[in-house]
Every structure is written in structure tokens, then in C-alpha cells.
């Protein structure tokens, strides 16, 4: 079973991502974690995203196309994952289908957390405080990464869909409980068909 989880920044996809892999049994595919192990491991892919994010820059893609491909080929159990921060546009949602299907796997499910602006922007000051974000407390650098993801990942989401992929989306202004009985549900019965 493999699943995307979207939503804007301050959606809750971490929180979500966490009991999912715990009751389901899933690889956690979290580009940011992914790109921080390999900078600490210092591979040659750690090396050359370093090159880009000590000069503040984003991690072309291509790049981060490749450590995405090289992280999942070399897990040992390679059919179960939950992909997170990730695809990020089209051309990173090309990629994954195209990987996955050459190694004969698919995606089975995407949940989409939709949160509306004005709650994202609450729940960033909410989360400054709380949890010490400095990346947080500066409400531009929060517009900035929300735009961001309706500029680029909502059109990716659009491409997946069209790709016959089963999307759910749910609104993310509810409840960490209420959201997860949607996304248990969905998966227990994804599941069963599977099994």
C-alpha cells in the first residue's frame, strides 16, 4: 500500500503521517527528513542539496528527484510507504508514478488535508510559541510557503487525480481525532481489498 499525504504547510500532515505509519505499518518518506539524513550521512547527494540550502536556494529537482528514488530502492520492504512533502509540482508526480511503475508498484491512495488560509496563518502564531518556530513567527515566510503549495502542489494533486489515482479530501479544520477516523477508515478498507 502506497499513499501521498498533501496539505498546505500547518495542515497537520505530520501529525497525521505519524499514527498512519504506526497502525498501518508504512515507510515514512518525508523529503525534508530524507534530505537531512543524507547531509548528515555527507553522500554525494547530501553534499550537493547542502551546496543549495547553505545559500538559502530550494534543491532543484532533479536532485531531489534522485535522493527520493535512491531512499526508496533502498529500503528493504519496498510496498509499503507514505510519501510526505513530496511530489511538491507536476514534474515530481511524473517522476514518482514512473518510478514506481517501473519497479511494477503504484500509489493506492492520496488524502488531501485542505485548511483554509486565515486558520494556517492562526495555527503558524499558535505553533511559534509553542513550539519555538522561528520559521513560524514571521507571517510573510508563512504566506510565502502556503502560496507556494497552492501555486505548485495543488496542480500536482490535479495531475494525479487525472491519472485515475483515488483522492480523498478532507477538511482539515476539524479535530487531530476526528481527521485520522476519516483517513483509518479509508485505509483499513484500502486494506481489505488489497489483502
Do not use: C, W
Request: charge should be negative; charged fraction near 30%.
Amino acid at each position: 500500500m502506497n499513499i501521498i499525504i498533501f496539505g498546505p504547510p500547518l495542515a497537520g500532515k505530520g501529525t497525521q503521517s505519524k499514527k498512519i505509519i504506526n497502525d498501518f505499518n508504512l515507510t515514512h518518506l518525508s523529503t525534508g527528513d530524507v534530505l537531512r539524513n543524507e547531509k548528515a550521512k555527507q553522500s554525494d547527494l547530501g553534499l550537493k542539496a547542502e551546496e543549495y540550502s547553505s545559500k538559502g536556494l530550494l534543491v532543484p529537482d532533479n536532485l531531489v528527484m534522485e535522493i527520493v528514488e535512491s531512499f526508496y530502492f533502498n529500503q528493504k520492504e519496498k510496498n509499503n510507504f507514505l510519501f510526505d512533502g513530496y511530489p511538491r509540482n507536476i514534474e515530481q508526480a511524473e517522476h514518482l508514478i514512473n518510478f514506481l511503475e517501473k519497479d511494477k508498484n503504484v500509489i493506492d491512495l492520496v488524502i488531501y488535508l485542505k485548511v483554509p488560509k486565515d486558520v494556517l496563518l492562526e495555527r503558524a502564531k499558535i505553533r511559534a510559541i509553542e513550539e519555538d518556530r522561528k520559521d513560524d513567527t514571521n507571517q510573510n515566510t508563512v504566506l510565502t510557503r502556503i502560496d507556494e503549495f497552492v501555486n505548485l502542489t495543488a496542480h500536482a494533486i490535479d495531475f494525479i487525480k487525472k491519472q485515475g489515482i483515488t483522492t480523498i479530501e478532507i477538511n482539515g479544520n476539524q479535530s487531530v481525532e476526528e481527521i485520522y477516523k476519516i483517513i483509518y477508515q479509508k485505509l483499513n478498507n484500502l486494506e481489505s481489498e488489497k489483502s
